[in-house]
């Protein structure tokens, strides 16, 4: 990458301690573009397809259950292939923040792409919808995540350091999906836009483009600080993917953060896919307004206090020892959104409680996995980051798609019924009466667009109504109860100190490598 020698391309960063600037810049304002867009992928993609392109019915059902699940087959392969990429990239910008430049600008094209569906015949439709979701999540999207997320354990060793920037990382998160994506969609833009195609692809074009001057900040406000450290002293690895699969994979903490994270995830995407549907059918109506922005602003409040206790919380008691707490009343506040899922006030109260509990595992994740990177390098004497990110994103990507898939067929299989949009109150009489449907609502409570166009919501079947719930609080009862099991064995922390000072003295004692020999690795 001769390219990347560049001094219009240099890091913005040149301190060997964590700067406020970085915390700021690189950690917490820089991923907020992307990772808004992808917020609100998560929650409101499924919607586009089901509700404004109506392709719940398509094929029988099959199209939106199976083309989802190939999808992220397609996805976990390039992100295999990204994160031998990355391990393989040499650079004096480092291994990983190369490609979060690329990212910069494969994102907004990408995420464009997904809304701007042809109107065509149904196999038109399909294979747009199929090619612009792997473009952007097979491809950009995963050079983006892969990339951004080596950022925290490749920033530093210092695990307070480390630690801060895992939360001001997460602060990001949590501020786009918990704020604007839910609170500011379903009380402003939802019902602004409705299921019309047009408001949607310039919304989301808006958001994609953001993405460019957010992305580009990250990258010039972080630096590889453990990346040149490993360099310098020729400690990077060069093993096959499959040596590096066994070496992880014989590993039981880094077993155990798999196994965590796949568990979590399971159900953390499911919950995001039921969300809109919970709120528009379960426990209010369609685009109100106002029962999601209640779930969100109650349930989302401890993500706020997070911000100040979960980090002291973590350094006083460790950071497996208080997300294991969480998890206990993570579980018991799904399982009151379960029992009284229909009841709006028991359902915020029991929100509440869910949220406070999965406040540490928002905030530390990543610092402890990164721990088990620690861990794994003092037992093996390599850095793995590429490979070893490449196993998370898989597991995330490939979860998505197969809970995606999973809902989806849930939802059809149920009987899901996708709005209509009518002209008139007349209009939409006559449209509900031919199909035998039943409103939501009244029809003449119903609030037209402003250019008059009337979104009609159909009330759901039972069954349609305890799929969303199940999805939305039930299956996290579970997803909680087993994480605390699986968080008692992982006591990774335990023994870290001694062995990043290891770590420490033996990238000391090595031979410093030639200046010459860094410059040829650099031209590579």
């Not at 397609?74 to 979060?100: S, Y």
């Not at 065509?120 to 090619?131: E, G, H, L, P, Y």
């Amino acid at each position: 990458m001769k390219w990347m020698n560049s001094p219009l391309l240099n890091s913005r960063v040149k301190s060997e301690s964590v700067t406020k600037s970085e915390k700021w810049l690189g950690y917490l304002l820089g991923p907020a573009g992307a990772l808004l867009l992808n917020a609100v992928l998560a929650t409101y993609l499924n919607v586009y397809y089901t509700d404004v392109l109506n392709l719940t019915p398509l094929w029988g059902g099959v199209f939106l259950t199976v083309f989802p699940i190939v999808s992220k087959i397609i996805d976990a392969i390039t992100n295999v292939v990204m994160g031998q990429i990355i391990d393989r990239t040499r650079t004096k910008e480092g291994k990983a923040r190369p490609w979060l430049l690329l990212s910069a600008f494969l994102v907004p094209v990408t995420g464009i792409l997904l809304f701007t569906v042809p109107e065509s015949s149904d196999t038109v439709k399909a294979v747009w919808v199929m090619i612009s979701y792997n473009l952007f999540y097979s491809f950009a999207y995963t050079i983006f995540n892969m990339s951004h997320n080596l950022m925290v354990p490749l920033s530093t060793r210092d695990g307070t350091a480390r630690g801060g920037l895992s939360v001001f990382n997460q602060i990001t998160t949590i501020m786009m999906s918990g704020i604007l994506v839910a609170l500011v969609f379903p009380m402003v833009v939802m019902p602004m836009i409705g299921v019309d195609k047009s408001k949607w692809i310039t919304l989301m074009t808006a958001l994609s483009i953001l993405a460019l001057p957010l992305t580009l900040l990250e990258y010039y406000f972080t630096k590889e600080r453990v990346t040149e450290e490993a360099r310098d002293a020729g400690g990077e690895t060069k093993l096959t993917f499959a040596k590096q699969l066994k070496i992880l994979f014989t590993d039981k903490y880094m077993v155990l953060m798999y196994v965590y994270f796949l568990v979590y995830t399971v159900g953390v995407t499911l919950k995001n896919l039921g969300l809109v549907y919970y709120c528009n059918y379960v426990l209010g109506t369609y685009n109100d307004g106002v029962t999601q922005m209640l779930v969100s602003v109650i349930g989302g409040i401890p993500m706020g206090i997070g911000i100040f206790a979960v980090w002291p919380l973590a350094k006083k008691f460790g950071k497996r020892n208080v997300t294991m707490i969480g998890f206990i009343l993570y579980a018991v506040g799904s399982l009151i959104c379960w029992i009284f899922s229909h009841n709006l006030v028991i359902v915020l109260i029991g929100q509440f409680i869910k949220n406070i509990g999965g406040l540490p595992c928002a905030y530390v994740f990543m610092a402890l996995f990164a721990d088990c990177l620690d861990h794994l390098e003092w037992k093996k004497d390599l850095r793995m980051d590429g490979a070893a990110m490449s196993i998370y994103n898989i597991i995330a990507v490939a979860m998505v798609g197969i809970m995606t898939g999973v809902f989806n067929w849930m939802l059809a299989k149920a009987g899901y019924l996708a709005p209509i949009t009518a002209e008139s109150v007349s209009d939409a009489a006559s449209k509900l009466a031919s199909n035998g449907w039943t409103a939501q609502i009244a029809l003449e409570e119903l609030k037209p667009a402003a250019d008059g166009v009337l979104t009609v919501a159909m009330q759901q079947p039972d069954k349609v109504n305890w799929v969303i719930s199940f999805a939305f609080v039930g299956l996290e009862v579970f997803t909680g109860a087993a994480l605390v099991a699986i968080l008692f064995f992982l006591n990774v922390e335990k023994r870290l100190p001694e062995e990043q000072a290891e770590i420490k003295a033996r990238h000391e004692a090595k031979e410093p490598v030639g200046t010459e020999e860094k410059a040829a690795a650099e031209e590579a």
